[in-house]
């Protein structure tokens, strides 16, 4: 009796620990799509607009899901702008720290939930200090979107209440870019208010960007302060829409699809490539501002995946090219 109760102990104790393991497998595929999964924001000011990307990558041969997201704190608001992604796109989870609502030492654990290809929970971990003594508009460094060397400066007024001794010592940012002019101005029993003026040189790199400065102050508890710095530098040649999903094209069936490139002056398209052979293109002729190329897509018999990108070359600039990624499924 007791030998066949020690023999029922191990075996439930094995399946246990076989449970556990194919549960750590299945979060482990999804934990390993992100890049980053913990955050800190360091010290940031009140009402300034502190958010960070999780971004991951779909690295599976199979459409990903995600159908929720779940935050342990009102001080962090996650969201996402497209929860099904294909092999190969990418996507972001935006985990936005409400500064506005709350103050002090906040930390947040945001739980993402996918459902395909099959059940995962990822953690991605947010954390930070929102002063009430400093205040920062406005609330970013926010170029917009420009053509590179075109981007207007922006202006900052930081103000703080405290101290009177209190300055501003220096600015710094892994984003090399930047080029920074910091001005003290009122000096008064309410406060110190600094101008801080942000430029950008040229020769940006082509995209979005999405950086951080910090202020380095003379206090000795918190002498940082964190803003954030985004952009767009638009290429030379924008083409609409930037990727192509043909989504599901049955066998032998045929699909057409049209892109849009648009460029700051008259340019001629030299060329249209796509190693898969299925794909055929009509190239618009002569030179103009804005092109229409027709995409013919022809299934064949073979299904599977559909993942490759479409090369356009042109003549514009001595010859600016642009990608576009296309994905699908034959089935």
């Known amino acids: 009796m007791y030998?066949?109760?020690?023999?029922?102990?191990?075996?439930?104790?094995?399946?246990?620990?076989?449970?556990?393991?194919?549960?750590?497998?299945?979060?482990?595929?999804?934990?390993?799509?992100?890049?980053?999964?913990?955050?800190?924001?360091?010290?940031?000011?009140?009402?300034?607009?502190?958010?960070?990307?999780?971004?991951?990558?779909?690295?599976?041969?199979?459409?990903?899901?995600?159908?929720?997201?779940?935050?342990?704190?009102?001080?962090?608001?996650?969201?996402?702008?497209?929860?099904?992604?294909?092999?190969?796109?990418t996507g972001t989870v935006v985990a936005k720290f409400n500064t506005t609502s709350f103050t002090g030492q906040k930390s947040a654990v945001?739980?993402?939930?996918?459902?395909?290809?099959?059940?995962?929970?990822?953690?991605?971990?947010?954390?930070?200090?929102?002063?009430?003594?400093?205040?920062?508009?406005p609330a970013e460094v926010n170029f917009g979107s420009f053509r590179d060397g075109d981007a207007k400066p922006v202006t900052l007024k930081i103000s703080y209440t405290g101290n009177s001794a209190w300055r501003i010592e220096d600015v710094r940012s892994q984003f090399s870019q930047l080029q920074v002019s910091?001005?003290?101005?009122?000096?008064?029993?309410?406060?110190?208010?600094?101008?801080?003026?942000?430029?950008?040189?040229?020769?940006?790199?082509?995209?979005?960007?999405?950086?951080?400065?910090?202020?380095?102050?003379?206090?000795?508890?918190?002498?940082?302060?964190?803003?954030?710095?985004?952009?767009?530098?638009?290429?030379?040649?924008?083409?609409?829409?930037?990727?192509?999903?043909?989504?599901?094209?049955?066998?032998?069936g045929m699909i057409s699809k049209r892109l849009v490139l648009r460029g700051p002056e008259a340019f001629e398209v030299k060329d249209i490539k796509c190693k898969d052979l299925r794909f055929q293109f009509t190239k618009p002729e002569g030179k103009k501002k804005l092109h229409f190329v027709n995409v013919q897509f022809a299934s064949g018999q073979a299904a599977g995946k559909i993942f490759d990108s479409i090369e356009i070359q042109t003549d514009l600039n001595g010859g600016s090219n642009a990608t576009c990624p296309v994905s699908g499924e034959v089935l």
């Open 3 to 89: 030998r066949k109760a020690s023999i029922s102990s191990v075996l439930a104790v094995g399946f246990l620990v076989l449970l556990c393991g194919r549960a750590n497998a299945q979060q482990s595929w999804a934990k390993g799509l992100f890049a980053e999964t913990q955050h800190d924001f360091g010290a940031v000011s009140r009402g300034s607009n502190a958010e960070f990307h999780f971004d991951f990558k779909n690295t599976l041969d199979k459409d990903i899901l995600i159908t929720k997201l779940q935050t342990s704190c009102g001080c962090t608001q996650p969201s996402i702008a497209k929860g099904r992604i294909a092999p190969g796109e």
């Open 182 to 252: 910091l001005e003290r101005r009122d000096t008064s029993a309410r406060g110190i208010s600094y101008l801080m003026k942000v430029g950008l040189k040229k020769d940006s790199p082509v995209g979005e960007f999405r950086e951080r400065m910090t202020l380095i102050t003379n206090e000795q508890k918190t002498p940082t302060i964190a803003l954030d710095v985004i952009g767009r530098v638009e290429p030379d040649l924008i083409l609409t829409p930037a990727s192509l999903n043909l989504g599901s094209v049955p066998k032998g």
């Open 110 to 137: 945001v739980t993402v939930v996918f459902a395909e290809p099959q059940h995962a929970e990822v953690q991605l971990n947010v954390s930070g200090f929102i002063r009430t003594d400093v205040v920062v508009e």
